[in-house]
């Protein structure tokens, strides 16, 4: 029996910025689908994604992928800025990508022992927004990764401009950074410590990653940023976060991606139990396309009919996207720094995966 119940976009356009994303793949996941007569496996060359990235006026893109559960092609291609080639460790922010790392740092307090998916939140943290509303004491970690909150994506969109629960925890699938955000508070009061020293203590360093960044560090090494441009070339508004936040703008290079990625293949660090409940179809989005904690699920992809799991992020001049097949250890991560971003993604995605062309029909369905 499924969890929770079909999430219908259409009535609920307050949520879901990143996948909204995703669901505007329709309009360039139709196209590619047409003229994706034939396909390839590998990158496509530097020559190409150059073309590309002119074309849709995007200034750089990273992509890596995974075959045997270890990455096994890079590359970087574009400009930091007006003849500055991007550099191979340049570090692009992930928008809600971000969350994917929360998710994992959240799985591994839970195989530590150390926190319950199911412990209301309420016994950490209670927002003085709902703190009369009882269904604040049903809610917990395992609704927020599932996005099952009952929020809106962000406070400040609801009518009343407050943390509001608009559904029962647990009833219904609605994507909200707010859930993230209540989860992370709770964190940092059970464990007195700050959100970027849990996620650096217990996923950075033990992963070895040393250029992923949850705040603007004065030790930040700025000349390697993909900085978020506008279509017209000018950069947007590059806020410099002092407060980590779990559900946005981790600064990331691609080595640190994919070395999160070989991890997540591997399911290093997180049980064998938690790591099925991370891939649990918790509701269903649209047939064959199913929400997990935090991840997107794909079931019974391509001829083999493996399960995928995607994760997309989305904000002003950055798009970036995660899809892997954990069965065949396959992957592939993109990362843009453009307003037309997705652009490249979508022509990505068609070319390398040999899933990819279904993997967007099901987007676009």
């Known amino acids: ?13 307050s949520t879901m910025r990143s996948l909204i994303f995703i669901f505007m793949c329709l309009a360039w996941g139709n196209a590619l689908l047409q003229a994706q007569e034939s396909r390839n496996f590998e990158i496509p060359s530097k020559k190409t994604l150059q073309t590309w990235l002119t074309e849709s006026k995007v200034p750089a893109v990273a992509i ?14 574009g400009e930091l800025a007006p003849e500055v080639p991007a550099p191979a460790d340049a570090m692009f922010n992930v928008a809600s990508l971000t969350k994917s790392i929360s998710t994992y740092l959240a799985l591994i307090l839970v195989s530590n022992g150390d926190w319950h998916l ?22 917990t970690t395992r609704h927020v990764l599932s996005h099952r909150t009952g929020f809106v994506n962000w406070r400040w969109m ?8 608009d ?18 508070k709770a964190m940092e009061k059970k464990f007195n410590m700050t959100f970027d020293q849990l996620v650096d203590s217990l996923v950075f360093a033990p992963l070895g990653m040393e250029d992923s960044h949850m705040i603007w560090r004065d030790q930040l090494d700025t000349a390697r940023l993909a900085l978020p441009h506008q279509e017209t070339g000018t950069l947007h508004e590059v806020y410099r976060r002092k407060e980590a936040v779990a559900s946005d703008d981790l600064m990331i290079s691609l080595q640190d991606m994919t070395t999160f990625g070989k991890a997540l293949i591997a399911q290093k660090s997180i049980s064998e139990k938690l790591y099925n ?27 083999k009919e493996e399960y995928a799991l995607f994760n997309a992020g989305s904000d002003p001049g950055t798009n970036a996207i995660m899809a892997f097949f954990p069965e065949s250890q396959r992957g592939l991560i993109i990362m843009t720094n453009g307003d037309h971003g997705r652009d490249i993604i979508m022509k990505v995605v068609a070319t390398t995966i040999a899933e990819g062309p279904e993997l967007l029909q099901r987007l676009g369905g």
Not at 158 to 165: A, G, I, P, W
Not at 170 to 176: A, D, V
Request: charge should be negative; hydrophobic fraction near 35%; charged fraction near 25%.
């Open 64 to 77: 890596a992928t995974f075959a045997s559960g270890v990455p096994d092609q890079y590359i970087v291609a």
């Open 167 to 184: 559904h029962a925890p647990g009833s219904q699938l609605g994507y909200s950074g707010e859930g993230f955000e209540y989860m992370r």
């Open 158 to 165: 609801h009518e009343t401009k407050k943390l509001t629960f």
């Open 118 to 139: 199911d412990e209301p939140l309420y016994h950490y943290w209670v927002d003085p927004d709902v703190k009369d509303d009882p269904q604040h004491k049903k809610l």
């Open 277 to 303: 409940e991370m891939i649990h179809p918790y509701s269903e989005m649209k047939p064959g396309t199913e929400m997990g904690l935090s991840w997107i699920i794909f079931p019974k992809v391509g001829e």
């Open 1 to 13: 029996m499924r969890l929770g119940v079909r999430f219908n976009l259409l009535t609920n356009p």
